[in-house]
């Protein structure tokens, strides 16, 4: 159904006559029960009410999917077995009718109830639009991530939030989906192709709160070795992407307790 490179036709999903949301909303989720219920609030909550939201399950057998009926037709969902986390957002974005897409993960939640109504006025449409991040610390600490853009910082880390980024459907069909090919670092991947087409628009409201338990926070071998293969991609010459992983490792180990 997806191709590896992520070139699904987006407008394919809006054949169906339906009325066009401003936003789409997908969340992915896999054995969310724990999580799941906060962010399905934090959306129905918003005050802004121009979206569609999708759920895109990967076969849960914890209650999650139980969970998802309790919202009868508040959400769109599917469940069935997937590729990974990208191929669930991918098949999200598939499914998507809105002019623009926004990736809220099963475990993380909006910041407050108006956070879209903030954001959506200060959309720039040629531009890739990102917000600011709070990172939710399993002892309840936060600290707020926001990031003053600059591009060669990105060949160093991720800095730019993903899950705070706002990207449209012509967005995607020009840089195309997400390589499902990576399991930690295909959003790196994309925020990389969409600037290389579009300038950064900042937009400084905390927009989402991402709990510090994913794949990427615990496993960093994985996350090194991805990071180098986004770069390679990228036409980083091999004996400059081990400089950049040698430094980054270094990095890793100070801030490391």
Same mark, same amino acid.
Request: zero cysteines; proline letters at 4%; hydrophobic letters at 40%.
């Given at each position: 159904?997806?191709?590896?490179?992520? +070139?699904?036709?987006? !407008?394919?999903?809006?054949?169906?006559?339906?009325?066009?949301? @401003?936003?789409?909303?997908?969340?992915?989720? =896999?054995?969310?029960?724990?999580?799941?219920?906060?962010?399905?609030?934090?959306? #129905?909550? +918003?005050?802004? +009410?121009?979206?569609?939201?999708?759920?895109? $399950?990967?076969? *849960?057998? $914890?209650?999650?999917?139980?969970?998802?009926?309790?919202?009868? *037709?508040?959400?769109?969902?599917?469940?069935?077995?997937? #590729?990974?986390?990208?191929?669930?957002?991918?098949?999200?974005? !598939?499914?998507? %009718?809105?002019?623009?897409?926004?990736?809220?993960?099963?475990?993380?939640?909006?910041?407050?109830?108006?956070?879209?109504?903030?954001?959506?006025?200060?959309? !720039?449409? $040629?531009?890739?639009? =990102?917000?600011?991040?709070?990172?939710?610390?399993? $002892?309840?600490? %936060?600290?707020?991530?926001?990031?003053?853009?600059?591009?060669?910082?990105?060949?160093? *880390?991720?800095?730019?939030?993903?899950?705070?980024?706002? /990207?449209?459907?012509?967005?995607?069909?020009?840089?195309?989906?997400?390589?499902?090919?990576?399991?930690?670092?295909?959003?790196?991947?994309?925020?990389? #192709?969409?600037?290389?087409? =579009?300038?950064?628009?900042?937009?400084?409201?905390?927009?989402?709160?991402? #709990?510090?338990?994913?794949?990427?926070?615990?496993?960093?071998?994985?996350?090194?070795?991805? @990071?180098?293969?986004?770069? %390679?991609?990228?036409? /980083?010459?091999?004996?400059?992407?081990?400089?950049?992983?040698?430094?980054?490792?270094?990095?890793?180990?100070?801030? *490391?307790?």
């Amino acid at each position: 159904m997806m191709s590896g490179g992520g +070139q699904t036709d987006v !407008a394919a999903a809006h054949a169906d006559g339906r009325r066009t949301p @401003f936003l789409s909303i997908v969340t992915a989720t =896999y054995n969310s029960a724990s999580t799941v219920r906060d962010t399905l609030e934090s959306v #129905r909550q +918003q005050t802004f +009410q121009d979206f569609e939201h999708i759920v895109v $399950d990967g076969g *849960s057998t $914890d209650g999650t999917i139980d969970i998802l009926k309790e919202y009868g *037709s508040a959400i769109r969902w599917i469940s069935e077995p997937d #590729r990974g986390i990208y191929d669930a957002m991918n098949k999200g974005i !598939a499914m998507s %009718r809105g002019h623009w897409i926004h990736l809220l993960n099963s475990d993380d939640f909006y910041a407050s109830n108006n956070v879209l109504n903030q954001i959506v006025p200060q959309l !720039a449409p $040629d531009a890739l639009n =990102y917000a600011d991040l709070i990172r939710l610390n399993a $002892d309840g600490s %936060r600290f707020s991530q926001s990031y003053r853009y600059r591009k060669w910082p990105l060949y160093l *880390s991720a800095f730019l939030p993903h899950p705070s980024l706002l /990207v449209s459907a012509e967005q995607y069909r020009a840089a195309g989906l997400y390589d499902a090919s990576f399991r930690i670092a295909a959003d790196h991947d994309l925020i990389l #192709r969409l600037l290389d087409r =579009y300038p950064a628009n900042h937009i400084e409201v905390e927009m989402t709160v991402m #709990r510090q338990s994913g794949v990427s926070a615990t496993n960093l071998d994985v996350t090194m070795d991805e @990071f180098g293969r986004v770069l %390679r991609k990228h036409n /980083v010459p091999s004996i400059l992407v081990g400089i950049l992983m040698g430094v980054r490792r270094a990095w890793w180990k100070v801030r *490391s307790p």
